[in-house]
């Protein structure tokens, strides 16, 4: 996994908040926000739920999981 990674802003999905990641456990996923002292936690009740968590009144969702690789198609 990459160490910057970008939060996606549950109310406003257009304004991700990008951040690095500090620790990553199996339900928690601690973050810093770069150019700050801010860190904050992500948690999820399952391996197959998103992170979630709020700063400042904004509340934040990480799924760690890739999107699936599109099939790749053959030019004859």
């Known amino acids: ?43 999820r009740a399952s391996e197959a739920a998103p992170f979630e968590g709020s700063l400042g009144g904004r509340s934040f969702a990480f799924d760690p999981e890739p999107p699936p690789a599109k099939p790749k198609t053959r030019r004859k």
């Open 1 to 43: 996994m990459e160490r910057r990674i970008k939060l996606t802003d549950i109310d406003r999905p257009d304004e991700p908040l990008e951040v690095e990641i500090e620790r990553l456990a199996e339900t928690t996923l601690r973050v810093l926000v770069p150019n700050t002292v801010i860190r904050f936690e992500l948690r």
